[in-house]
Every structure is written in structure tokens, then in C-alpha cells.
């Protein structure tokens, strides 16, 4: 019989990507996610039966050690940009991730990717990512033979950070953006994948910080994606101390209004936005790996098109134009 891994989060982002390799790989796949019915999509990334999505709460003891039983190596991809309501970071990135490991390692498994994120710091003043350190700690503590990978910024069609940024164009001529001067180094999301993948196969351990190719600002990121939707925005920055002001305001109306208003940037966020997000120097990467990093120029047209002018009709009017003036 074919090996079982159980993906925490395996509906998410990064997770449904890790989902379908592992299936590919040939493994059965069980997919741990608070809200099984909303994951059906799944199934379709193996033969009938090979991935199903099954109930899962990280917070609750039971429930994350039920998801375990027969399984042959386990992957938490799990992770939060905000805060909502019980979903705290210290519940779900920190004791949810060690969780994971302890029950693990009791159920005799020792074969275990974490997925955290570059900017991982205990000592950081923000929360996501003292509790990003944490979780890892957590993790090393019961699974010393663990992979953990420490992604930047990921993009690809499903992403929050390019579509988001994308659909605020339509707003008006003015995009607005904190920290306009941080540095990130984006990364295609199925090559995380890829990474975490090698790690269960091949039984990889360490720490490893993954980046694309190419280092941008802020500012050069958004330039890049008005680029490629055809729009002309003044991308303006917006200093941090008027930005802490301005998330103060989202989260308090976020509070009032009972998560219904959801936060357009978080004070923590603030925090975080602070420090450059990119791979450290000497830190193991895609290069030990043996895997070369997809450039962003070569995805963001493939699902940012929509946010064209005139959508996918946009090359055929290009086209027309550049007959007409030649």
C-alpha cells in the first residue's frame, strides 16, 4: 500500500500546491481543514480516493491527533496574516505547530515539514513573528529531524498580495502602500511546494529560507504589476508613523464590528513591514535543494490578466492598434 502524509492546512494556499506533488509522488493524501466540505476540490489531484480533505481544528488535541493515525510522514502548512477571533498567532502558530510535532512524535512519526516564514524572530516586535519563531521552536523541540522552510512573500494565482494589490487599481488613480522601501524577495508558490515535497521524499532536514530570483522594494513590486495589467497608478507611500494611526482605526473597527469589517492593515502587519523580507545571506536555499526558482515575469501575466482594462481582450486591442498606426 501506497505511503500516507497528512497536510495540516493542505486546502490553503501553499498546501493545495504541496497536495497535488504529493499525489503526483504517488502518496495518499489526507487533508486536515477546519472546513472539509469547502476542500472537495482536492480530490480531483489524484485517483478516486488518493486525497480527501478530513475535519481538523489545530486548537483541539483530539482533533489533530485522529488526522494522524496510519500516517506515514506529516506537513504543517498552517499560517495566518491577521487574527480572528479564538485563530490568535499564539494559538495557531505557535501551540497549533508544536502540537502537531508532539502528537507526532507520539504517534512514532518522525518524518515532518513546517512551513513558517522568512522574518521568523523571537526577539521581533512583531507578533506573527515571534510566534512564527516560536512554532518553530516548538516543532525542533519534538521533531529534531525536521525540514523547516522559511518562505518569502509568495505569489502565484491564488495569492493575497498581487491580486489584492491588483483589485485596489479599479479603486482610483492612487495606490497606496506601506513601506514602499522594504525589500522582499517573492516566491512562486509550487516551488515552496516543490521544496516541501523533496523534504518528505527525501527525508531533508534544516532550516531553509526560500526567495525568487530577483530582489524588489515595495514600490518596484507594484510598478512591476501595473506593468503587466496595463494601469497607470501613482503608487504613494505612506509613512509609518501615519500608518500605525491608520491600523489602529482598521482594528478597532474590525473589533466593533465583530470580525464582519475585516482590516485593510493590521498594527502588527505595520511592525513587519518594518524589516526587509528576504533570504538571508548564507542561509540554505533552493540551490541545495537543486531547484531553480521560477521568475515572476513569467507567472504574474498568466492570472493577473483579469485585472486588465479590457481583461483577456487586452492583447487582441493592442494588436488592432499596432495594425493601425503601422
Same mark, same amino acid.
Given at each position: 500500500? #501506497?505511503?500516507?502524509?497528512? /497536510? ?48 481538523? $481544528? ?11 493515525? +496510519?500516517?506515514?510522514?506529516?506537513? $504543517? ?6 487574527? $480572528? ?26 518524518? *515532518? ?12 516586535? =512583531? ?40 483589485? *485596489?487599481?479599479?479603486?482610483? @488613480? ?31 532536514? +534544516?532550516?531553509?529560507?526560500?526567495? +525568487?530570483?530577483?530582489?524588489? #522594494? ?5 510598478? !512591476? *504589476? !501595473?506593468?503587466? /495589467?496595463?494601469?497607470?497608478? !501613482?503608487?504613494?507611500? /505612506? @509613512? ?18 465583530? +470580525? !464582519? ?23 540554505? =536555499? ?6 531553480? @526558482? ?33
Amino acid at each position: 500500500m #501506497s505511503k500516507l502524509v497528512t /497536510i495540516y492546512g493542505g486546502s490553503g494556499f501553499v498546501g493545495r500546491y504541496i497536495a497535488r506533488r504529493m499525489a503526483k509522488a504517488g502518496w495518499r493524501v489526507r487533508v486536515a481543514v477546519r472546513r472539509p466540505n469547502e476542500a472537495l476540490f482536492v480530490r480531483t489531484y489524484g485517483v478516486v480516493g488518493q486525497v480527501e480533505p478530513v475535519l481538523c $481544528n489545530i486548537r483541539d488535541e483530539a482533533s489533530v491527533a485522529s488526522v494522524l493515525q +496510519g500516517a506515514d510522514a506529516v506537513v $504543517n502548512c498552517v499560517g495566518m496574516l491577521a487574527e $480572528n477571533g479564538k485563530n490568535t498567532f499564539e494559538a495557531v502558530q505557535a501551540e497549533g505547530a508544536e502540537r502537531i510535532a508532539r502528537l507526532a512524535q507520539a504517534a512514532g512519526i518522525t518524518r *515532518m515539514v513546517h512551513v513558517s516564514a522568512i522574518g521568523a524572530d523571537a526577539d521581533s516586535e =512583531s507578533i506573527y513573528a515571534q510566534t512564527k519563531a516560536a512554532g518553530e521552536a516548538g516543532v525542533l523541540k519534538h521533531q529534531p529531524n525536521a525540514m523547516i522552510v522559511r518562505p518569502s512573500i509568495m505569489f502565484g494565482p491564488e495569492d493575497e498580495f498581487f491580486n489584492r494589490f491588483a483589485g *485596489m487599481t479599479r479603486m482610483g @488613480p492612487v495606490l497606496p502602500v506601506v513601506g514602499a522601501d522594504t525589500q522582499f524577495q517573492p516566491v512562486y508558490v509550487d516551488d515552496v511546494a516543490q521544496a516541501v515535497v523533496k523534504g518528505v521524499l527525501d527525508e531533508v532536514r +534544516g532550516v531553509y529560507e526560500l526567495g +525568487g530570483p530577483v530582489v524588489m #522594494s515595495m514600490r518596484g513590486l507594484m510598478n !512591476l *504589476m !501595473l506593468g503587466v /495589467i496595463r494601469r497607470r497608478r !501613482l503608487v504613494l507611500n /505612506i @509613512p509609518f508613523f501615519a500608518a500605525r494611526y491608520m491600523a489602529f482605526g482598521f482594528d478597532m473597527g474590525q473589533i466593533l464590528s465583530l +470580525g !464582519l469589517v475585516k482590516s485593510m492593515v493590521t498594527r502588527d502587519q505595520v511592525k513587519n513591514l518594518r524589516n526587509d523580507n528576504v533570504v538571508t545571506k548564507g542561509a540554505q =536555499s533552493f540551490e541545495a535543494l537543486g531547484i531553480d @526558482p521560477v521568475a515572476m515575469t513569467s507567472v504574474l501575466p498568466e492570472y493577473l490578466w483579469r485585472f486588465r482594462p479590457s481583461g483577456e481582450f487586452t492583447a487582441i486591442k493592442e494588436s488592432a492598434q499596432n495594425l493601425r498606426s503601422s
